[in-house]
């Protein structure tokens, strides 16, 4: 035990450093890192190209081919970009990330959670999410921010990431425990951002809300408006926009101040249809290698054919 334990350390040890020694590189060369790796994982690995490709061409049905693939190299460039970002935030001031993240009015949050109220802050996996804990430093004093993940099947990647996202002084919050942890954070007083990426596919087994998503019928996690309608919180929306290589900006929206007295799925079709906004206005930044789409709905499919048979209307969701 003591044996498997020493080399799950080692592993980490070795995966920090060699991404440490990355994140130490000024971005010039990141991306020029970032270009080459593009090659690789596109043209020699073609990684996921076969899903991306039916990802895409399912979501925008009526494009023509060349434009798919258009999209389909930006997607991955974008990805390479993503990639290198993220293991810059080892090595990223306070200053640099306020620079190239920057939020266009958190005034939003602040005066949501000024009377103490904790906040949901939902957004997607679009442009880089992962720098999005750097909204902590413009939070009035007293606020904390936390982020709901998921646990990585790897132990040395998941402590790499956890390093890099609580880079901001964020709170990491495992998703299944993530109900209990918040009704801590309330009987213990404190007020707590908390972030949720709920475009996550959920299991087949899980409890989920039936959408139009991207001309697709699509499963969607609940979790986050189970948490905020039963402990009352406001949930806002971040709009993300990549501005240029390395540099985004956020716009925030109130999907509801207070989340106590609406109803159910409301909430949830609010989110997908503001998510849905930001990757229509650009699809290169949304991430189309996940198998988003992976699961039908028990015997009707998720084309958005099999929607209109079902007699669903896009913004009528179905449990």
Partial sequence: ?????????????????????????????????????YLIIYYLVRYRRRLVRKNLRNAFPEMPEKSIVKIEKKFYRHLCDYFMETVKTLHLTDGEARRRMRFENPEVINRLTAGGKSCILSLGHYGNWEWVPAVVTHFIPGVEQGF????????????????????????????????????????????????????????????????????????????????ARYLGTSVVYLD????????????????????????????????????????????SCYLWSHDRWKFAKPGQGNSAKSARRAGMAPGAGIQ
């Fill in 148 to 227: 709901i993940y998921k646990k990585l099947h790897s132990a040395a990647f998941d402590r790499l990431f956890l390093k890099m996202r609580t880079r901001f002084g964020s709170c990491p919050i495992e998703m299944h425990g993530a109900f209990r942890q918040m009704i801590r954070f309330r009987d213990g007083g404190k007020t707590l951002v908390a972030g949720f990426l709920s475009d996550q596919r959920p299991s087949p087994r899980q409890e989920c809300y039936w959408t139009l998503f991207m001309n697709r019928l699509t499963p969607v996690q609940t979790g986050m408006e189970k948490i």
């Fill in 240 to 283: 993300m926009r990549k501005v240029k290589r390395g540099y985004y900006t956020g716009k925030f929206s109130v999907i509801t101040p207070d989340a106590g007295g609406t109803p159910e799925f409301a909430i949830t079709e609010r989110y997908v249809r503001k998510l849905e906004e930001t990757v229509m206005r650009e699809p």
């Fill in 1 to 37: 035990m003591d044996g498997e334990e020493n080399k799950k350390g080692t592993g980490y040890t070795l995966l920090y450093a060699m991404a440490y020694l990355h994140a130490l590189l000024p971005f010039r060369i990141l991306y020029i890192i970032s270009d080459i790796l």
